[in-house]
């Protein structure tokens, strides 16, 4: 029987190992099965953003850990794994049956989800048998040969005709390029999806619109603020997508209890800051930071003086601070 496709390549093993955690507690707080939690972290069982974000938080791992990147030590691991899977299937006729069974459904003029339909299959099932991940069952033969108003004869011997006479070697071909895509987004392969993209790299991007970076945490009288994306959280749904946002946990007693002690404060890169805001002040150039830096910042109260200078404001003690960086504040959300 073909193995399960490889789909989502990924570290969620070693980082749960790394972090001492058992299998089976990752299963419970992440409120998954043993069984999807063995298949998610094999790369047999794709993952939704949400089910993503989740472990991401549960292992205190950031988005870009858990996908592979070239230099990790187990992707030349999961590259081996994915062309063994892709010659023994080849090994069994399963690219040539599905490649034929594709061409096939072309010439009919169907979708795939149409074909999957008419054989009464899932659209999933029908997919891996079409890029050869999947075997056919003898209970299945003869519905998916009548889909396309053939006997099962007919349908293994045009199989055999368009194999013999070169015209699957295009589409053969066309799926052993697929492989090569591995690893992280941006990288050469995050794996594969149904139609051709990167399911990774699709992933990733729709989660990490989600999230929002954590820059500071509260820190004596003031906050230290690191410029990493180490900490994540997940974005108002009103910010989603949008560049230039970051969040800090706000040191509320010197706003005067003004701001929840439980709260993200959300700031924007690119908003104008005006009197009458709240901005985040930075002891620095915001733009000449880096991830291995830690400064002082402040939420502050943005304030004018007589001649015009923007400056920001705390309480307790009282103080007035001109910063070299001043960013608006655009939402506080509560923990």
Known sequence: MAQEEIIFPNNIRNIRLNNGMKMTELARQAGLSLSAVSKIEK?????????LLNICNILGCKLSDIFIKESDEVAEQ????????????????LKIFGSGLRRIRQQAGKTIARAAKDAGMTLS?????????????????????????????????????MYK???????????????KSVLEPGNPLS?????????????YDS??????????????KSIAFKKSDKTMIVAPMSLEGRSGIYAVMPNSKRLGGFIPEKSYVFA?????????????CIDADFNALDSETTVSAQIVSVRQDSKGKIYGQVASPEEKINAQTMHKVVMIVMD
């Open 43 to 51: 790369g047999v069982r794709r993952l939704n953003q949400k089910q």
């Open 125 to 161: 099932v029908y997919h891996k048998i079409e890029v050869g991940q999947r075997e056919i069952y003898e209970n299945e033969i003869e519905p998916l040969a009548q889909s396309f108003a053939m006997t099962i004869e007919q349908m293994f011997d045009k199989i055999a005709t």
């Open 78 to 93: 999961w590259q081996s794994e994915i062309k063994r899977r892709l010659n023994d299937n080849e090994d069994g006729g």
């Open 191 to 203: 794996s594969i999806d149904m139609g051709g993209g990167l399911y990774g790299a699709k992933l």
């Open 165 to 179: 006479t070169g015209e699957l070697n295009k589409q053969i071909n066309k799926v052993k390029e697929r492989v």
């Open 268 to 280: 924007d890169v690119d908003a104008t800051v005006a009197p009458g805001d709240l901005a985040v």
């Open 207 to 220: 989660a990490r619109k989600k999230l929002a970076p954590v820059f500071g945490m509260p820190s004596g």
